[in-house]
């Protein structure tokens, strides 16, 4: 099927309703071709693949109820599992265990021809793929393809909770059976033993009788813009599949991807990932996983976003110690405060206090924790629990799990009055 765009005026205008028609077109994911001569005549022509004719279809069998608000019409954030009716991976295939590649080599700071490929061998044969039957009524339709890595030598495979767990409305209506196929093609079954729904995370276990290959964790936090990464899984149940980019952003907000609910932070690359990719691992040049691809922006293509490993490594810590992720809740909207904000709300409002950094708390919710503690908005939190801060994360880092403890907070208020506050974190309502 094709489309002709027909000749247009020599004008500015109708040079640029050419443009905007060709990029209306372009987003049909078909293939595009633009000719043009000295007279300005252009034409374009559309040619939509057979496969992808059907995208609408393969959509509208993805579940509708995810562990996260999705704004189809402004961001367009998909998560990366795919959607295919095929059976299950054979079981007849050899049962040599692998291990991790390791070369003994130290890392190098120059960028050669065998880096990308040293540091994807190493991580490679933890890598596996999962496979969860979907069906109605008891009759399997298909199945849904994500994928995992091993992150122990007794088979604790690390993934996206949206992979392994139906959710339904805000809770997790039912675990499924997983099939997990690894790189040297054994197959085994999986149960999920711990599922985030905020976080996007699970863990799924195997039990295998020989050791397993385990992948090495990085730090999500020395990761700069502009770093190599490699994304590894399986995009379209394409399996052993890697490709890479580099590190676009390293605290992109959920807010900034028209996310709702909690505040969470994401790992953005252009590293090429698709439906299929989601829990598989994101990798440095050294070989060690720094996060967990978990969405791409369908509207756009470099646009993709995984889950950093520090926070994965305290979301597991939670999961060890109470089988789940304790979440304290004061009810403030806080908001980071530097020297180029400060100045503009005392240019707004003189009465505003004398303060160099802190967290501006804007917003405190009616009955909360925060609330009955005293806070107003316009606090600026420039101590918490006897520390000094200026970050949220900082603030989240000390509350980490104390629910019911009482918190001082030394908070200035306008005209630099200063107010100490007790707060008494709660747990925060997972519904919420």
């Known amino acids: 099927m094709s489309y002709f765009l027909t000749r247009l005026a020599h004008s500015g205008c109708a040079r640029s309703s050419l443009i905007r028609a060709i990029a209306i077109a372009a987003t049909g994911s078909g293939l595009l071709y633009f000719n043009g001569d000295a007279n300005l005549r252009a034409s374009a022509t559309v040619h939509i693949p057979e496969r992808l004719r059907d995208w609408r279809l393969l959509c509208e069998l993805y579940p509708r109820n995810l562990p996260f608000s999705l704004d189809h019409g402004l961001s367009g954030i998909i998560p990366l599992y795919s959607y295919k009716v095929s059976p299950a991976p054979s079981s007849d295939v050899p049962k040599e265990a692998s291990g ?241 904000i400060i100045a503009q709300l005392k240019e707004r409002d003189p009465s505003f206090p004398n303060v160099s950094k802190g967290i501006l708390v804007p917003m405190v919710t009616p009955g909360s924790p925060g609330d009955r503690a005293g806070f107003r908005p316009g606090d600026v939190v420039i101590q918490f629990d006897g520390k000094p801060v200026e970050r949220i994360k900082e603030v989240v880092e000390i509350m980490e799990d104390r629910v019911g403890t009482p918190i001082e907070v030394l908070v200035k208020r306008a005209r630099d009055k200063v107010a100490k506050l007790t707060v008494i974190p709660e747990e925060s309502n997972p519904d919420l």
């Open 100 to 340: 991790v590649v390791d070369d003994g080599a130290k890392p190098c700071d120059c960028l050669g021809r065998d880096t990308i490929a040293n540091a994807a061998a190493k991580v490679g044969p933890a890598v596996v793929n999962l496979s969860i039957s979907q069906g109605v009524y008891g009759m399997t339709t298909g199945k849904s393809i994500g994928s995992g890595t091993l992150i122990d030598k007794d088979g604790t495979i690390l993934t996206c909770a949206h992979v392994v767990v139906d959710f339904q409305g805000l809770r997790s209506s039912s675990i499924r059976k997983v099939d997990v196929t690894l790189q040297d093609g054994r197959t085994f079954e999986g149960r999920v033993v711990n599922a985030d729904l905020h976080s996007d995370i699970a863990l799924v276990k195997i039990n295998s009788k020989t050791p397993l290959p385990a992948a090495k964790f990085g730090c999500s936090s020395n990761l700069r813009p502009g770093e190599w990464v490699l994304a590894m899984g399986c995009p379209l149940s394409l399996q052993n599949t890697v490709t890479a980019g580099i590190v676009s952003c390293v605290d992109r907000k959920s807010s900034d991807l028209g996310l709702g609910g909690m505040r969470r932070e994401y790992l953005q690359t252009d590293c090429a990932v698709n439906r299929g990719n989601s829990g598989g691992p994101l990798v440095n040049i050294d070989g060690e996983v720094v996060g967990v691809n978990s969405m791409k922006m369908i509207a756009a293509d470099g646009l993709s976003f995984a889950v950093p490993i520090d926070s994965v490594c305290k979301i597991i810590e939670h999961f060890k110690k109470s089988g789940r992720v304790v979440r304290p809740w004061l009810g403030l909207k806080m908001i980071d405060l530097n020297e180029m």
